[in-house]
């Protein structure tokens, strides 16, 4: 892994394949996650079907830089000033985190790339491909949403999880919380092995635990607001993949995506849930490079 300025930040990423003479992928990771949650196994798909691809952490969380400090409004009080029309005051936006996905790419001499977004991921890479049309070669968003305040919520049990917090930070009580939360959000069709869950969300914890930059990469996510008409201004050949049992973002979300971007091709995988197994990462692979070619 490396670490390079983009956008006035350090941010943290890594690089799979060739460093030139080939097209880039750009992966974009979700809520409070650090780059570890792409699979590798993915990244190695997408080098070997020709293609650089780069995953970093977002601005907040992992080895990039940390707002410290900055405070995040509850979510009463942010949800409160955008129903009274104002302008939520929150520490950073989602185009904010897309500028630094922009300047992550320049800071690596890429001019255009492939944009690929999971969760609040797919968000940014919204963002990306609305604010930087001449960057994006193409776009997938991943189990992600427009902000559509009609659609359907999360499940109790997934929102829960999510918001939930360890009873202490100990390692052992912090890996215990993140089996949990990756069990109640994952995809029932293909369950991961304890053992291996396990081993990866201790990898995570000792890389970094940071959940002050959760709280606001939340406020982002909620003060951008409905982005559909902004949407149906995307030009690039843009891909939705959701799981059918998606249990955090519904497969509604990835409906509605989809139907905001024109000429944007769908594709629901039964049993998915909210997060990326092993077992599809070569159906993935093959439907970001067949977006790709368009």
């Not at 691809?53 to 942010?78: M, Q």
């Not at 930059?213 to 607001?225: D, K, P, S, V």
């Not at 008409?229 to 959701?242: D, E, S």
Request: proline share 7%; hydrophobic share 45%; aromatic share 4%.
């Amino acid at each position: 892994m490396a670490r390079t300025t983009a956008n006035g930040i350090e941010i943290e990423y890594e690089s799979f394949g060739p460093a030139s003479g080939a097209e880039t992928v750009l992966l974009i990771m979700g809520l409070g996650a650090q780059l570890t949650l792409w699979p590798v196994e993915l990244c190695n798909a997408l080098v070997a079907r020709g293609y650089r691809v780069v995953r970093y952490d977002n601005r907040d969380v992992g080895l990039s830089t940390k707002f410290d400090g900055a405070v995040a409004p509850d979510l009463p009080t942010l949800l409160g000033a955008m129903m009274a029309g104002q302008d939520p005051k929150v520490p950073y936006s989602l185009e904010d985190m897309a500028a630094d996905a922009i300047g992550l790419l320049d800071a690596l001499g890429i001019d255009k790339a492939h944009i690929v977004g999971a969760s609040m991921g797919g968000m940014i890479a919204q963002v990306v491909a609305i604010e930087y049309p001449a960057r994006t070669l193409s776009l997938t968003s991943i189990m992600s949403t427009t902000g559509n305040p009609m659609l359907p919520p999360a499940s109790p049990e997934a929102m829960g999880a999510l918001l939930g917090r360890p009873e202490s930070n100990d390692v052992d009580t912090l890996v215990d919380f993140g089996v949990k939360v990756a069990r109640a959000i994952g995809s029932p069709k293909y369950p991961a092995d304890e053992a291996l869950l396990r081993a990866r969300v201790r990898r995570d914890v000792d890389r970094s635990v940071y959940p002050a930059g959760f709280a606001r990469q939340l406020a982002a996510i909620y003060a951008n607001g409905d982005r559909r008409a902004r949407l149906a201004t995307i030009k690039a050949p843009t891909l939705v993949i959701h799981g059918e049992a998606d249990p955090l973002v519904p497969v509604h979300g990835g409906r509605d995506t989809a139907a905001n971007i024109p000429g944007a091709e769908l594709v629901e995988i039964e049993g998915m849930g909210h997060d990326l197994p092993v077992p599809l990462v070569e159906q993935i692979a093959d439907a970001i490079d067949k977006v790709a070619k368009r």
